[in-house]
């Protein structure tokens, strides 16, 4: 079974906007990371946060973790049409960290 | 190449044949994994592979469904006796060395979309 899961399932917001989406999981993980897909498209890596981390940065993408709730998010700040994708988080647990459990996605339309 | 490659990025065929699947990953990971990735669903981890060491076959739905890696490259994943179920895109993905605890970001082809008529 899927141990990450996304929320909400799909996200629709005006270019320049910002987009959040959320992650939620189940057991202890070693980290968790996010990767976005385009349609038709494989799977491409955006950032990976580990379990003693709490935020991190890189270029309008901001992602916080948190252990005590299990959760995560991911902000994307000044959104482009080109950020059109499925955002999916990724989890890697504390002794199997080679095996990782992708959620449902989030869907994100960004309108011009 | 410079990214992972799957073929064929389609197939199409009829219920009960045999399918065979190919990855090429990125030269110098030895890390390999498979996905199934139903329509609008996320992805399903079906097998890993890293080095020398013996897979991790845990996520193979059944056992119509085989995976090898030969050379520590290139990856076959098999399914035999297809069924109308097994209809959807399978991923692939490959990465460098996983040690000292720390997992490296994945590296995805984009795919074949297997339909089972």
């Known amino acids: 079974s899927q141990q990450g899961e996304e929320d909400p399932q799909a996200l629709s917001i005006q270019e320049g906007e910002n987009a959040t989406m959320n992650c939620s999981y189940k057991?202890?993980?070693?980290?968790l990371q996010w990767y976005r897909q385009n349609s038709g498209r494989g799977l491409v890596h955006l950032i990976l946060?580990?379990?003693?981390?709490r935020e991190k940065h890189s270029g309008r993408l901001r992602v916080t973790l948190d252990t005590s709730k299990k959760s995560s998010s991911l902000l994307i700040t000044a959104s482009r049409a080109a950020d059109t994708a499925s955002y999916f988080c990724?989890?890697?647990?504390?002794?199997?960290?080679?095996?990782?459990?992708f959620g449902s996605g989030t869907k994100l339309n960004v309108k011009p | 190449g410079a990214g992972v490659s799957q073929s064929p990025s389609n197939k199409v065929t009829e219920k009960g044949k045999d399918v065979e699947l190919r990855c090429d990953p990125i030269s110098g990971h030895t890390a390999l994994y498979w996905y199934r990735q139903s329509l609008g669903q996320g992805l399903e981890f079906l097998i890993y592979?890293?080095?020398?060491?013996?897979?991790?076959k845990s996520g193979l739905p059944s056992d119509r469904f085989s995976a090898e890696r030969t050379g520590g490259s290139v990856s076959t994943l098999t399914i035999q006796r297809t069924q109308q179920e097994d209809s959807a895109v399978y991923l692939c993905?490959?990465?460098?060395?996983?040690?000292?605890?720390?997992?490296?970001?994945?590296?995805f082809g984009d795919g074949t979309r297997l339909s089972i008529l």
């Open positions: 946060i580990r379990s003693n981390e």
């Open positions: 592979f890293q080095g020398n060491s013996a897979p991790d």
């Open positions: 993905a490959s990465s460098l060395a996983l040690t000292g605890g720390r997992s490296q970001p994945q590296h």
């Open positions: 057991t202890s993980i070693n980290n």
């Open positions: 990724a989890t890697a647990r504390v002794y199997n960290f080679n095996k990782f459990y």
